[in-house]
């Protein structure tokens, strides 16, 4: 009983007494450094190297610096089509080739698309590495574009929709914070497109986005695993090298997002959605920037875990929610802090996005303790361990560093700069980004709960009310 | 770059893998292609696979602990596992099991659940805890340079738990919740009623975390009772794995879990009831649960499968392999690769102490509900009639060879494997004769076994969706639909029906 009151005690100091030093438990764990070699081609390729024996595998990652943000105007959803559309027929390879080399012989082939990056990844054992290289080389070089392909996988696109969109009860909401949270930006498109603009795109206008993003001078290569470095040169030489980089610029996103200027609202209805939820994002700076460090630790120390500031509060103490997120989304062009709370039932949202809201300006009035610094930076330290056990997901770490930061040393480097992150550094971003005119603020709502003779339209375009501040929208929500 | 935030081109759970098996590779292209077509580059000798082994001891109140060690990641897995889980919540407190597991990390004698929280997560680490089919968990992952003292609120959860009642309240809203999200999912809503189809009132027919209704029915007593009579050091199997020497791993579950006082009552043996042989079906089951408003059709043929420790296990895998095993087996193939109707479909032998479900699911936009039924039952009927070619069961073995060895790559995938194993009182050593005993079967034995243990006339179909848009077409080929509105479902029912006396 005595320990378990000093154990409260030493806890409830801990938020309260914002100075008080602690001695140090333990070193700082570090990060085991991972060691990379580079080399750009003459085609202006980027190649990266990790050599790891430990187990008899290599994983492979081809990084296309093209997202979803570079998907044509009218043609959102592109630049995932296109995705699927490289696992079809190549000139030397028929169409599902690569699971033939990759599944087939004990591997697993998958790709991503994301906002600013299209990568291609696969694990395989060692010894066909170079049968991999041939066909990355082949996808790049000489893809098939065909119009059965088109249809046939731009039908599997309207199912991928349906099944992680239209389906699940929330994802809506997943489209919706996108769409609301950027004015200008290409962001607020969401990558999985829609429906319509998908209907609408031709096989020219696919054949026009290979030209002008698939070219060797915007692909990033990484390979971790077992191999010979020496062989490893000579088979990219050999493959990639002789692909040829066209002439032709390439177009690139120069859009600026205004800065938000007022806090906006919206309102919206889930069809199947059985309880509300609410979502609240703020513009961030960019991945690369100097903040993103505060940034990391502070969404640590706001929703990582059960002893976070948002579960604590929210989930445990008000039983507000029944779950909550902290997600600092940092992208390569500005990125997009969000902080989402699934409503208990019997709760209101207007509750709940109070009770957000107070977790932020405490963070920005009182200097977070030192063993909540602690803790953020140990979990950080954990989940980057966690990452990087396997061969892809070091690729993943190395890929991620050398595109979207623009230097792959930073793969290293970064941990130290998250662990010298103080409480001031924490109080300081707090106050700068989670301002009220920052703050763009999303309802989401059962069906059952849209009154009659509301303005709003069929097909769920939500409603917008400029709030000045907190507090219902027009027309009432919630029991 | 958020991982929230990429969109895949496959579902991860189609993921796992590596092994190397040579391969034919057949090339299909026209004539005009043909000039100038170049040949992958064949691959070059391939280098053996080595699993760690696992070593064990045993304390003297009765726990088995077994180690693993895989140095280079500075992480370590620990897990305890106690050898009963869902299939002993009594009949009408579905969740009983799942809730006692759960509740584990929410207070104990020496801390509250929010120092808890605090306490594993000031160390970086997380702390899990929930019960599954015959086994209930607690995990934690760490930093091996803070190790022990994990592994000492592991502990803690595990045998000093206080079941506050407001910490049961707090868990009963929280799942009731979270139950109500999960049944406006059609996929999940359509597993929970393949359960009910499957075993009817059998132990494992109700879904594991319970239902609206019977949450409400937990009382703290019943939490009590499971904890005292299931959770002690000889009915339970401690694993440690990852950046650890076996040594100090020992020497650390002694320290810890050494004085855990073992009952003078004898251990509880698992339940009769899982063992028993599931009567067959007179005549499998066509449910369609109608929910207007889905956005997709959820399809799943669901049948009795097999027992973890079935002599025929490794065929149980390797026909399931390539029936849905992966993105290149038949079910993605056909349905999604060749026709476009689904994002993915794939195929699962969930084998338990008892004998478990076998099921095959998918989701496609409701006007495809009744072709994708059609072609889950075909395909499946299609593994007994036709003899599989070498050139497909190679590679579906490949891929089976290269998830498991996959699975191992992480130290708690590396735990949760050799969990499993000792759960089920299999030899440790199954980790290194794994990949021979998938490389033996043949397709001879995929077509016995499909024919024997796998057949068609078992099978039962379960729809969630949108009925009026493929209900029709689905009786022209099942007579015996039953549609069940989703407002007249009942999951604590074999007959998954609420009784009209009820209202």
């Known amino acids: ?155 599997v696109v309207k199912e991928e929709f349906r099944q992680n969109y239209v389906a699940p009860p929330y994802g809506k909401l997943d489209l919706l914070v996108e769409q609301k949270s950027f004015t200008k930006h290409p962001y607020r498109r969401p990558g999985i497109g829609n429906i319509e603009e998908l209907d609408a795109s031709t096989i020219e206008d696919v054949r026009a986005f290979h030209a002008n993003y698939y070219r060797p001078d915007n692909v990033t290569l990484v390979v971790a695993g077992d191999f010979d470095q020496k062989q490893f040169d000579a088979w990219v030489d050999k493959y990639l090298g002789r692909i040829p ?122 200097p977070v303790a030192a063993p909540e610094l602690e803790k953020a930076k140990n979990q950080i330290i954990t989940s980057r361990l966690l990452a990087r056990e396997t061969n892809n997901g070091k690729a993943l770490a190395v890929g991620e560093a050398a595109v979207l930061l623009g230097d792959a040393s930073r793969v290293n480097s970064d941990i130290e700069r998250i662990q010298a992150v103080t409480a001031a550094d924490v109080q300081r971003i707090m106050k700068k980004y989670f301002s009220d005119t920052n703050r763009v603020v999303i309802h989401f709502l059962p069906e059952s709960e849209r009154h009659k003779g509301d303005n709003v339209t069929h097909g769920g375009m939500a409603r917008e009310s400029n709030g000045a501040g907190q507090g219902t929208t027009e027309g009432g929500t919630g029991k | 770059m958020n991982p929230l935030r990429r969109i895949f081109k496959q579902s991860a759970a189609f993921t796992l893998a590596l092994v190397a098996v040579s391969i034919t590779m057949t090339t299909d292209i026209s004539l005009a292609q043909q000039e100038q077509q170049e040949q992958p580059p064949a691959p070059s000798a391939p280098r053996s696979v080595q699993f760690p082994k696992p070593v064990e001891k045993s304390l003297k109140n009765g726990l088995r602990v077994v180690v693993v060690e895989r140095p280079g990641s500075s992480l370590v897995s620990a897990q305890v596992s106690i050898k009963q889980g869902g299939e002993v919540d009594p009949p009408q407190l579905a969740g009983l099991a799942d809730m006692t597991a759960t509740l584990l990390t929410r207070g104990t004698e020496k801390r509250t659940a929010p120092e808890i929280a605090e306490a594993i997560e000031a160390l970086g680490g997380s702390l899990e805890s929930a019960a599954r089919w015959d086994v209930s968990l607690a995990n934690v992952t760490i930093m091996n340079s803070r190790l022990e003292p994990a592994m000492e609120i592991l502990a803690d959860v595990v045998r000093r738990p206080t079941f506050k009642q407001e910490e049961i309240d707090r868990l009963r809203q929280q799942t009731q919740d979270e139950l109500s999200v999960a049944m406006s999912q059609p996929g999940t809503l359509a597993r929970f009623v393949a359960s009910r189809v499957v075993f009817g009132d059998a132990p494992y027919g109700h879904p594991l975390a319970g239902t609206l209704e019977s949450i409400e029915r937990i009382k703290r007593d019943d939490i009590v009772r499971l904890h005292s009579t299931y959770y002690r050091p000889d009915n339970a199997i401690l694993v440690i794995g990852g950046d650890i020497k076996a040594e100090d791993a020992f020497n650390i579950a002694e320290r810890i879990f050494g004085d855990w006082a073992k009952p003078s009552t004898p251990a509880p043996a698992p339940s009769a009831e899982t063992a028993r042989e599931l009567t067959a079906a007179s005549k499998p089951r066509v449910v369609v649960v109608d929910m207007e408003h889905a956005g997709q059709a959820a399809v799943v043929l669901a049948r009795s499968g097999l027992k973890r420790t079935d002599p025929e296990y490794f065929r149980g895998l390797v026909t399931n392999s390539v029936l849905g095993g992966g993105y290149s087996a038949r079910l993605n193939q056909e349905i999604r690769i060749k026709r476009g109707l689904s994002y993915g479909a794939s195929s699962a032998l969930d084998v338990r102490r008892g004998i478990g479900p076998f099921l095959a699911a998918t989701q496609t936009k409701n006007e495809s509900g009744a072709i994708v039924a059609s072609l889950l039952i075909d395909e499946l009927g299609r593994l007994s009639s036709d003899a599989v070619a070498d050139t497909e069961l190679t590679p579906r073995k490949a891929a089976l060879m290269g998830n498991f060895a996959r699975n191992l790559e992480t130290s708690d995938g590396l735990v949760a494997q050799v969990g499993s194993l000792a759960l089920y009182g299999l030899s440790l050593d199954e980790i290194n004769s794994y990949l021979n005993n998938v490389q033996a079967i043949t397709a001879s034995d995929v077509q016995k076994f499909a024919g024997a243990r796998l057949d068609t006339k078992g099978a039962n179909i379960i729809i969630v969706g949108n009925a009026r848009m493929f209900v029709d077409d689905l009786r022209k080929r099942f007579p015996n639909v039953e549609v069940i509105p989703e407002k007249e479902l009942d999951l604590n029912s074999a007959t998954l029906r609420k009784s009209k006396v009820q209202g």
């Not at chain 1, 008080?20 to 570090?30: R, S, V």
Request: charged share 30%; proline share 5%; glycine share 4%.
């Open chain 1, 1 to 155: 009983m005595m320990f378990r009151k000093s154990i409260a005690l030493l806890f409830f100091c801990a938020l309260a007494c914002a100075a008080m030093i602690l001695p140090e438990a333990k070193a700082q764990t570090k990060l085991p450094k991972m060691n990379y070699k580079e080399r750009t081609l003459s085609n202006g390729m980027r190649v990266y190297s990790i050599e790891d024996h430990s187990s008899p595998t290599v994983a492979i990652q081809v990084w296309y610096h093209v997202g979803s943000k570079d998907d044509p105007e009218g043609r959102s959803g592109f630049a995932h089509l296109f995705e699927h559309i490289m696992f079809k027929s190549t000139k030397n390879m028929k169409s599902e080739m690569l699971d033939r080399l990759t599944e087939d012989v004990g591997g697993y082939n998958n790709a991503f698309t994301a906002d600013d990056v299209t990568v291609y990844f696969e694990v395989v054992p060692s010894n066909y590495l170079e049968t991999l290289l041939w066909a990355e080389s082949d996808r790049l070089a000489a893809l098939n574009i065909d119009d059965a392909n088109f249809k046939s996988e731009r039908d």
């Open chain 1, 245 to 366: 980089k066209p002439d032709k610029p390439m177009p690139r996103v120069n859009v600026k997002e205004p800065e938000r200027t007022a806090e906006r609202r919206f309102v919206d209805y889930g069809e199947h959605a059985p309880l509300p939820a609410v979502a609240i994002t703020y513009l961030a700076p960019p991945q690369a920037s100097d903040d993103a460090f505060a940034l990391r630790v502070a969404e640590s120390i706001l929703g990582q875990g059960d002893s976070s500031r948002l579960y604590r509060s929210l989930v445990y103490d008000q039983q507000l929610a029944q779950g909550v997120e902290a997600d600092v989304d940092l992208r390569e062009d500005l990125s997009l802090f969000k902080l989402t709370a699934m409503l208990a039932s019997d709760r209101k949202p207007e509750d709940a996005e109070r009770a957000l809201l107070a977790e932020l300006k405490r963070m920005q009035d009182t």
